[in-house]
């Protein structure tokens, strides 16, 4: 049984940084895809990071990039999104996603590319 949990959300000012995990089980990261995606109340959910299995490879939405970093630990089977310089847009709840085999680049953005998922975590960022 694949399950992916996440933690790490909380409240934070304008500004200031949070770290997410996601611990994955049931499936081995080195092997298969995984992204960070959110989702807002009323809105589609979007893409925010993502690594490929393998070597690792990153890739992030334009809206993150050089704000938030994606890394995994092979060991704890687990991911990360540090996330800094964050705004009152990064506001969501955010959810891990992962595939059975590597990430289809190209679409890896597309929610409907994705197996499992976490439960979500929020993010709140307010003054």
């Known amino acids: 049984q694949v399950q992916l949990v996440e933690s790490g959300g909380g409240l934070v000012q304008p500004g200031g940084s949070l770290r997410l995990s996601c611990v994955v089980s049931?499936?081995?990261?080195?092997?298969?895809?995984i992204g960070w995606f959110r989702q807002t109340r009323g809105k589609e959910r979007e893409g925010v990071s993502w690594?490929?299995?393998?070597?690792?490879?990153?890739f992030y939405a334009d809206s993150v990039k050089d704000r938030f970093t994606m890394s995994r630990d092979n060991a704890k089977n687990t991911v990360y999104l540090q996330m800094n310089s964050l705004k009152p847009e990064d506001t969501a709840v955010y959810y891990c996603?992962?595939?059975?085999?590597?990430?289809?680049?190209?679409?890896?953005?597309?929610?409907?590319?994705?197996?499992?998922w976490g439960q979500g975590t929020q993010v709140t960022v307010s003054s």
């Open positions: 049931g499936i081995s990261l080195e092997y298969s895809g």
């Open positions: 996603a992962a595939r059975a085999t590597i990430l289809r680049i190209g679409v890896i953005d597309q929610v409907s590319e994705y197996d499992y």
């Open positions: 690594m490929n299995g393998g070597k690792g490879s990153t």
